[in-house]
């Protein structure tokens, strides 16, 4: 993560070394298809008769690597304002470096989501390549999740979580991204974007809300 940061604040230097006029000019609408690497954990809120079984899961589990894939939309507002959605499907995975049974070294919980973003970029370098603040929240929509559990032997065994998770998720947004012209209406997207859960992912006496930092390539056509 520090040499894919280092790397996005390097180009940031070269766009705006390389720009020395005010040249931005836009189609109103672009399409575009993105492609994200998401590292997900969680933090517990627990009832107080929970606190134990909370503590015990903080001590084993840890941040995972998923995905998300998606169709994105964005609209210019004006000059230094745009507004952009989507729909994606992502896997917000969660994991473990251990488990209560002996003959379980740890656990993957791959969760599946639809999602509905909702953001607005500010352009606060506005010129022919562009960078941006985004902010908004995003609209998830659960569809189904699996769990595998890593055996000392290692194989596998996957077996369908029978747990009721909630049908919806909401989460805020915040973000930095930039925008790179690279051939007439074509354009490169780079995005480095935070989420965290306002809504559980299930309503038990510890109750799970997921964050994750998503950096996102993104490949639009502007109409």
Do not use: C
């Not at 994606?88 to 488990?99: E, H, I, R, V």
């Amino acid at each position: 993560m520090i040499k894919v940061f280092s790397f996005f604040i390097l180009l940031i230097g070269l766009t705006a070394f390389g720009q020395q006029k005010d040249t931005l000019k836009f189609n109103n609408v672009k399409l575009g298809l993105s492609l994200a690497p998401t590292f997900s954990s969680r933090y517990l809120k627990a009832e107080a008769d929970a606190q134990a079984n909370a503590d015990y899961f903080d001590s084993i589990e840890i941040p995972h690597l998923g995905y998300s894939v998606g169709i994105n939309f964005g609209y210019q507002i004006s000059k230094r304002f745009s507004f952009n959605s989507g729909l994606s499907f992502s896997n917000k995975a969660q994991g473990s470096k251990s488990a209560s049974l002996e003959t379980i070294l740890g656990y993957t919980n791959n969760i599946y989501y639809l999602d509905l973003p909702l953001k607005f970029n500010y352009y606060f370098f506005a010129k022919k390549s562009k960078v941006y603040l985004t902010g908004g929240a995003n609209f998830s929509y659960f569809l189904s999740n699996q769990i595998s559990y890593r055996k000392q032997n290692n194989n596998e065994i996957f077996t369908a979580k029978s747990d009721d998770l909630n049908s919806f998720n909401v989460a805020g947004i915040i973000g930095v991204g930039f925008d790179i012209p690279i051939y007439k209406r074509w354009a490169f997207n780079f995005e480095v974007n935070y989420q965290h859960a306002f809504t559980p992912v299930l309503n038990t006496p510890i109750k799970r809300y997921l964050y994750s930092i998503s950096p996102t390539l993104a490949l639009f056509y502007r109409f």
